[in-house]
């Protein structure tokens, strides 16, 4: 197993907030940064073109899906998801692992594999880690994940079992995994007990492996206990490699994240937002059905410089959520992917003139998080 | 009532087939020309971006659907439709009238309007020639249409006297239309009807209008019938002004519709193809749901220059389908709408070049038409 198309160079770190520069296949993913995601090869509602615009760079695609469908021989033909989806900068995907436990009716689960029912039609299907790789591999994605077990996350017995098998499955990963030009993440576990945590990140670690993630995390701790193992686990992960915070993408768990020693994000959030009408501001997020837009000749956000904000008023993107018309997703999807980017650039710039401190406490004073409620 | 900012250059004449420019004060329209339909200020799944470069240069907007939502104040508000929906090329709005007697619950006309229930919502509405010129006013469009009824084609006793309040509203628009950057045309109409079309045509040709209108095609004729209106209607309109087929858009329709004297089209045709999976080739459609392209690496059409065949397999297209992503029909209305487009130029050229005969019988020798079933 050779890495060599890939290598890590931090240029800057303050306290645990780390610049640095990822080199891929297909580019150089500058972090800290957030993935938009992809999950059936496309990011939903956005062209490649659009979403090149947005100054997106690491895109996602989740191998549980597309192993589902179109599987992976139809995206291997295609020479791969650069080629399929035409997204021309570097990729990742999932193991599927996550999915076959959050999506899918699980049958069973053993030291081998999982046997679960696909969300789709029923069907039932055998995911282990060698056919995870095996996928992930047909897909082609500049970094590829190892097959985890996602576990409850408060439950202590489960999961020292689970960790144990993920460790073991993370080795099998390596051992199958064939193509160079294919960097493996592997991921630690260990729900939310620091000591587990302690120890798989001692593990995962120990692997020598291109890049590190940190996985189980916003599936229901608190954010406190998210914020814990972070300052748990930064300290293991080796700091010459990135590491990857798996399915987190609110404006605020990226820079607490990010002061926390992570330097990799990716999350649903942004589009599936916007397919609420919901889009992201300096304040907060913002309902654009809230009748207090119907007459607001200003965009999203003043400052914003993404297509949206350049072309469309609240008041017509409100017109467009009524009328039910297709574009309104689209342009709050633009939005809100880049509002995100855009915070990680302004982050990582900070970081590089050493006033990260400055910044994320004058950003997360300004941020207000909302749960379920929406202020206009 | 002034039109200054408007006038009709006919470049080159072939039989009846004409290539001009029409300048407005959004730019000059070459014709033959189709234009995309953006019912309620957006073209259905397209953003203007995506639009513009699909070659698309005059597009249309619904004066009923903006009627009804978002009203036509909160368009004004914004400067009118250009600025509303950021389209920056020439705009087009129809009266209103087709779609009140298409689209609602019409509970009354007579000669001073109509009344009419609200497709959205039930409620009771009165549009009269006046209020339509009205709201077209603020709506803003370069060209706007006069208000005229859509009779059924063949009552003969009916379209008599419908072509007569049709003509005698229109001297209502010309009456109240106060704003000189709009220009209106007229329509004519008449049903199936010869003797009623020649009696219409004359009249409309009467009023010097910036340009005319046929009305009352493509709704229920056969193909035959609506060629025989066209030919009849071709001599007795001014050379001098553009002439516009409302509602039709299918490949044949516009090559024949230009073969008799035709220069500008609308439909919804393909963007509402594209919603429902068919796609224009130079063969005739293509249904890109069938099985048949589950594996093909071709664009939707090898020689075609949109986005969507620049960049994307049947393949691709058919999983986006199958997976109920938004992206699919972003990219096959992209397509569809450029494959008409460049129809448009190609024809324009080859009357320029004195070549449209066979252009034309080439085209219509190649071109399958489909009414309901398609081919893969």
Same mark, same amino acid.
């Given at each position: $197993?050779?890495?060599?198309?890939?290598?890590?160079?931090?240029?800057?770190? !303050?306290?645990?907030?780390?610049?640095?520069?990822?080199?891929?296949?297909?580019?150089?993913?500058?972090?800290?940064?957030?993935?938009? &995601?992809?999950?059936?090869?496309?990011? @939903?509602?956005?062209?490649?073109?659009?979403?090149?615009?947005?100054?997106?760079?690491?895109? !996602? =695609?989740?191998t549980y899906?597309?192993y589902?469908?179109? *599987?992976?021989?139809?995206?291997?033909?295609?020479?791969?998801?650069?080629?399929? $989806?035409?997204?021309?900068?570097?990729?990742?995907?999932?193991s599927g692992g996550f999915q076959v436990f959050s999506l899918s009716d699980t049958r069973k689960v053993d030291d081998e594999g999982v046997t679960f029912k696909s969300?789709?039609?029923?069907?039932m299907h055998r995911l282990t880690p060698e056919l995870s790789?095996?996928?992930?591999?047909?897909?082609?994605?500049?970094?590829?994940?190892?097959f985890d077990e996602c576990a409850?996350?408060?439950?202590?017995?489960?999961?020292?079992?689970s960790?144990?098998r993920t460790? %073991?499955w993370?080795?099998?990963?390596?051992?199958?995994?064939?193509?160079?030009?294919?960097?493996?993440?592997?991921?630690?576990?260990? *729900? &939310?007990?620091?000591?587990?945590?302690? #120890?798989? =990140?001692?593990? +995962?670690?120990?692997?020598?492996?291109?890049?590190?993630?940190?996985?189980?995390?916003?599936?229901?701790?608190?954010? /406190?206990?998210?914020? /814990?193992?972070?300052?748990?686990?930064?300290? +293991?992960?080796?700091?010459?490699?990135?590491?990857?915070?798996?399915?987190?993408?609110?404006?605020?768990? !990226?820079?607490?994240?990010?002061?926390?020693?992570?330097? +990799?994000?990716?999350?649903?959030?942004?589009?599936?937002? /916007?397919?609420?009408?919901?889009?992201?501001?300096?304040?907060?997020?913002?309902?654009?059905?809230?009748?207090?837009? %119907?007459?607001?000749?200003?965009?999203?956000? #003043?400052?914003?410089?993404?297509?949206?904000?350049?072309?469309?008023?609240?008041?017509? !993107?409100?017109?467009?959520?009524?009328?039910?018309?297709?574009?309104?997703?689209?342009?709050?999807?633009?939005?809100? +992917?880049?509002?995100?980017?855009?915070?990680?650039?302004?982050?990582?710039? %900070?970081?590089?003139?050493?006033?990260?401190?400055?910044?994320?406490?004058?950003?997360?004073?300004?941020? @207000?998080?909302?749960?379920? @409620?929406?202020? =206009?």
């Open positions: $197993m050779e890495d060599q198309p890939f290598s890590f160079r931090l240029e800057k770190q !303050l306290g645990s907030a780390r610049a640095g520069v990822f080199t891929t296949p297909h580019g150089d993913i500058l972090t800290p940064v957030f993935a938009p &995601v992809g999950t059936q090869a496309t990011v @939903k509602a956005v062209s490649p073109a659009q979403l090149a615009e947005t100054g997106a760079n690491l895109v !996602l =695609a989740n899906h597309l589902l469908r179109p *599987g992976p021989d139809l995206v291997a033909e295609h020479g791969g998801l650069h080629t399929f $989806m035409q997204w021309p900068g570097p990729m990742l995907t999932d969300h789709i039609d029923g069907s790789i095996t996928v992930q591999e047909k897909l082609g994605a500049d970094i590829i994940m190892a409850v996350p408060d439950d202590l017995t489960y999961n020292r079992k960790m144990a460790h %073991a993370i080795e099998r990963c390596m051992h199958v995994k064939q193509r160079p030009d294919q960097a493996l993440f592997g991921i630690v576990q260990g *729900g &939310v007990f620091p000591e587990l945590r302690r #120890e798989s =990140a001692s593990f +995962i670690a120990s692997l020598g492996l291109p890049g590190n993630a940190i996985g189980g995390l916003s599936v229901g701790e608190t954010k /406190a206990q998210m914020h /814990a193992i972070l300052e748990v686990v930064d300290p +293991i992960l080796p700091a010459d490699k990135p590491r990857y915070l798996m399915g987190v993408g609110s404006p605020e768990d !990226l820079i607490n994240g990010i002061l926390r020693g992570v330097d +990799i994000f990716d999350c649903v959030l942004p589009t599936r937002l /916007a397919r609420h009408q919901a889009a992201f501001t300096s304040g907060g997020r913002v309902n654009l059905m809230n009748s207090a837009n %119907a007459r607001l000749l200003q965009p999203i956000q #003043e400052d914003c410089q993404c297509y949206t904000c350049r072309n469309f008023t609240r008041a017509y !993107l409100r017109h467009l959520i009524i009328a039910r018309e297709m574009l309104a997703s689209t342009l709050i999807s633009i939005h809100n +992917i880049q509002f995100l980017i855009t915070l990680m650039n302004n982050a990582r710039q %900070a970081i590089l003139n050493g006033r990260f401190s400055d910044f994320s406490a004058a950003f997360l004073a300004e941020y @207000k998080p909302s749960s379920r @409620k929406e202020q =206009a």
